[in-house]
């Protein structure tokens, strides 16, 4: 059965301005906001049934941009540097394009499509955070070359583990939490 997750419905929230990569809040309101969507993203991706698989992926495969498995970018960063794992080049020779100065992951729109083959691209494009014309571009490339090419097998890292260290950096992220 497809699973279709917060991040697909409140797209509101998680993919708010204020939720993007390097925002910064110019006043106390927009830094209460920003605090507020973080919470409410946390807490959808908290209760979400992918969440461990999301995060494993968003850590160890894909370097996904934006709020993801209840962690920012640079959360994921230093849960792979705390980890001793890097995203190799090969993912960023993967990057499909770019639209509106972002890069967008062919791998993980084909993901998108194959783990959810009844979702509306319009869906996929607002989970990925660009637009329907984009995804089919990519798709159709993907479809046209006879698929992706198969990515190197990296060393596995146990799930578990990733969500251990993520509560762990999270943790240091709590504002007053001692550096
Ligand atoms: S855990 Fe991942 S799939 Fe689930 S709501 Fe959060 S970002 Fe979406």
């Given amino acids: ?22 925002a910064a ?5 927009e830094r209460r906001e920003q605090a507020m969507l973080r919470a409410q993203a946390a807490s959808m991706c908290g209760t979400c049934p992918l969440l461990a698989t999301c995060l494993t992926d968003a850590v160890t ?12 970018r640079r959360q994921r960063q230093e849960i792979r540097t705390r980890l001793g794992i890097e995203v190799s080049q090969e993912d960023l020779d993967a990057m ?8 967008f992951d062919r791998h993980e729109i084909h993901r998108l499509r ?3 083959p009844n979702l509306p691209l319009s869906m996929i494009a607002a989970k990925i955070g660009c637009s329907v014309s984009t995804v089919k571009r990519h798709l159709r490339r993907i479809e046209q070359e006879g698929g992706l090419p198969h990515r190197a097998e990296r060393p596995r890292v146990n799930a578990e583990r ?8 999270r943790r ?8």
């Fill in 162 to 169: 990733v969500l251990a260290v993520a509560a762990d950096v």
């Fill in 25 to 29: 809040p110019t006043t106390r309101a």
């Fill in 172 to 179: 240091g992220s709590q504002p007053g939490a001692a550096a």
């Fill in 61 to 72: 495969r894909f370097d996904v941009a934006g709020f993801v498995a209840g962690t920012t």
């Fill in 1 to 22: 059965m497809t699973e279709i997750t917060p991040c697909v419905v409140y797209t509101n929230v998680f993919l708010h301005r204020l939720l993007d990569d390097g």
């Fill in 96 to 103: 499909a394009g770019v639209s509106a100065g972002r890069q």
């Fill in 114 to 116: 194959t783990a959810n």
